[in-house]
């Protein structure tokens, strides 16, 4: 493991309860799911959905001005 940061927060979760040490851990990894759905969706979307995705957002802009 490279980080330190991810090593102290790693030594610090190893202070608390079993309990919470899972509850913890079950978040992180819900949260790691998530970045790498997050990850997996923008690398799919092609440059014709980026164009149509901010012609949009420029209409709605323009709506509320």
């Given amino acids: 493991m490279n ?3 991810v090593q102290e927060a790693l030594r610090e979760l190893e202070k ?3 309990e919470a040490q899972n509850a913890i851990a079950t978040r992180w ?3 790691l799911k998530d970045e ?3 990850a997996t969706s923008f690398s799919e979307t092609t440059d014709e959905q980026w ?3 901010a012609e949009s957002v420029r ?3 323009s709506r509320c001005s």
């Fill in 3 to 5: 980080s330190t940061l």
């Fill in 16 to 18: 608390l309860p079993l």
């Fill in 29 to 31: 990894l819900e949260e």
């Fill in 36 to 38: 790498h759905k997050w």
């Fill in 51 to 53: 164009d149509k995705l």
């Fill in 59 to 61: 209409k709605d802009l």
